[in-house]
Structures are given as C-alpha cells and as structure tokens.
C-alpha cells in the first residue's frame, strides 16, 4: 500500500503520517530526506519531529539518495518529504518514475509525506517557481501510484479522489 499525506507548512501532515505508519506492519523505518545544516529553525523542527518518533523505529537519513533506500527496506518506510528530497538535486531535475517504480516493487507499506506548495502565493522568482512545478508534478506522479491521497489542512484531513 503507498499512503500520500500532503500539506502545508505546519499543517500536521507528517505527525498524522507517523500515527497512520504505527498502525502498518512492523518493522517501520523513518526515510528522512533532509540535511540539516546550519539553520536552527530547521534543526529545531527535526529534532521535534525524531522525539516524537517510537524508539523501536529506524531512521535511515536518506538524503538525495531516496530511490535507492527505499528498495532496501523491509516492512512499513515513512519517507519525509518530496520536496527536501527534490531540493537536494540540481535544477530539481529527478527521476520521479524510478521512485514510484520503487515505491510499487517494495514489499511493505509506504507512507510517503509531501508539501503542496501551489496553494501558496505566486513565488517571485523564477527558482521559487521552478521549484513548485517540480514539486507539483512529482506530486501528481506519486499520487498517480498511491492508494490513498491524503490533504491535511489545520490537522484536518480531506481524502482525495482520483481523477477520472
């Protein structure tokens, strides 16, 4: 089963991600897609999100390496998220259809978490904007695999039809 929990920024997708993993099948690895660095805001994110996170689960720091990881792990993965994955390659060019490949031969379950970012305003600068057609097509590329899409809005969760 591939699960998408998409959302905004604060939106409680990845935390509604983790409670819906906890109840697959174990094993459960948590993918992180991040690189921390020097911003403090952002560690201070992460490090909340891995408190929250069961002691028995694995965290495999994935980074650009995602598609890879994920065909290497056995029982439920939780990969957070599409867009920190997708910032870390150049001209955010990826191969979207080797991950849903990836994601389809796995064994076990994938919760996969993802920003939308086209709710937003219009990014004024032309990187901002490649970056959200980039996340926007992924998006819809993994969505076209999953059997089930999630929109969290507020902690709310809105399931989403697949077109026709």
Do not use: C
Request: aromatic letters at 4%.
């Amino acid at each position: 089963m591939i699960v998408l929990f998409l959302g905004g920024s604060r939106s409680g997708k990845s935390l509604l991600a983790e409670r819906r993993a906890a109840d697959m099948p174990r094993p459960v690895t948590y993918v992180a897609t991040a690189f921390v660095g020097d911003d403090a805001d952002f560690a201070a994110r992460v490090a909340a999100h891995r408190s929250r996170r069961p002691a028995a689960w694995t965290t495999v720091e994935a980074g650009a390496a995602l598609t890879e990881h994920l065909l290497g792990i056995e029982g439920t993965a939780v990969v957070d998220s599409l867009g920190t994955w997708l910032a870390h390659h150049h001209d955010f060019n990826i191969d979207a259809d080797a991950l849903v490949a990836a994601m389809a031969r796995r064994a076990g379950d994938t919760v996969v978490v993802s920003e939308e970012v086209g709710l937003g305003v219009h990014p004024p600068t032309a990187v901002g904007r490649q970056f959200r057609d980039a996340l926007g097509t992924l998006n819809q590329t993994v969505a076209g695999v999953a059997d089930e899409v999630l929109l969290v809005v507020a902690g709310r969760v809105l399931p989403l039809e697949r077109s026709r």
